[in-house]
């Protein structure tokens, strides 16, 4: 992401770079660990990377780089992902119809 915004791309596209740049990181550890990914089950995934990757945009334009504005967004990140972990959450599916 950091690379995008260097490079003069929108701050979407930046973000969007981020979250996919996670997501398929984590997509290909699960396929090569033998397992079912992560983003084509119901688990708060892309979203924790999505908000990540919005703090991230946003703390750049307020405060610029550093420590502070990296350590936000990736606690932003665990903390949605580990919040989904310990207290069940999930995103809402299409129930199949009768």
Known sequence: MRAGLDAGVSPLVAVIMGAIT?????????????????????????????????TYVVLIAWAGPGAITLTASIAVTLLLRLSAVRFDLHLPTERPKE
Do not use: N
């Open 22 to 54: 996670g997501v398929v990181g984590g997509a290909v550890r699960d396929v090569l660990c033998g397992e079912t990914p992560l983003i084509l089950r119901r688990e708060i995934y892309a979203i924790a990377a999505v908000a990540g990757a919005t």
